[in-house]
């Protein structure tokens, strides 16, 4: 089952341009994860926002957090080409499991 | 630098093998998982343990098992490999129920 879905599915940009990827989620969540993922690698976290919080930094990334929507958002500003991955949104619900749910990313192609 | 190892990148099995497919955290985890990956359904949980020796089925655990005898290695098993398994394996670790994954690098596996 498919608890967060990316938009779009992909996205192709100039070097020094922001990013900016969607997901969505359908179930009450305790937190949400974004990670890349380089082509045929295993994947990075990038950074964790719990329910409780709007928006989080973490160097050139910006995550928002809404969750009457049930969206977040992660931009990526001043891009460059070795931001060229997949991305993916993950969330961990509230039902007490471990286990989180990935949806199917956003290919990010930055144009030198 | 905390890892996650899985021990083959690649890896070709004929159509009825028994495969074993390998992962061990340096990290004290109590947290493993198994996901397998596939264009457009995106990562999807085959099994994970949160402990050693237990283990919990994910959303295909259909022809496939897991193995956790020590806390440091989570195995699974694919008890006759199937062509429709062919498919990028990975395997994740996390210490708490909050926290990131950490991801090792994926075994792509081709069953002919």
């Known amino acids: 089952s498919q608890q967060g879905e990316e938009d779009p599915q992909a996205l192709s940009i100039q070097e020094g341009e922001n990013a900016t990827m969607n997901c969505s989620y359908k179930?009450?969540?305790?937190?949400l994860q974004w990670y890349r993922q380089n082509s045929g690698r295993g994947l990075v976290h990038l950074i964790l926002i719990r329910s409780n919080e709007r928006e989080k930094h973490s160097g050139r990334l910006r995550v928002t957090l809404d969750t009457s929507k049930k969206s977040s958002s992660l931009l990526i500003t001043a891009s460059r080409a070795a931001d060229t991955a997949s991305y993916f949104c993950?969330?961990?619900?509230?039902?007490?499991?471990?286990?989180?749910?990935f949806g199917t990313g956003t290919r990010l192609k930055v144009l030198a | 630098d905390v890892k996650v190892t899985q021990s083959s990148r690649y890896l070709v099995k004929r159509t009825g093998e028994k495969v074993f497919l390998e992962c061990v955290q340096d990290?004290?985890?109590?947290?493993m998982f198994w996901y397998r990956q596939d264009p457009g359904l995106g990562l999807r949980l085959i099994y994970f343990s949160y402990d050693v020796k237990m283990k919990e089925k994910g959303d295909i655990p259909e022809g496939y098992s897991v193995s956790r005898e020590k806390k440091e290695r989570f195995s699974l098993i694919l008890e006759s490999a199937s062509t429709n398994q062919t498919s990028m394996y990975l395997c994740a670790s996390s210490s708490q129920v909050n926290y990131g994954y950490t991801f090792g690098s994926g075994t792509r596996l081709t069953v002919v």
């Open positions: 993950a969330t961990a619900t509230t039902s007490g499991t471990y286990k989180y749910i």
């Open positions: 179930t009450s969540i305790n937190n």
């Open positions: 990290m004290d985890h109590e947290n």
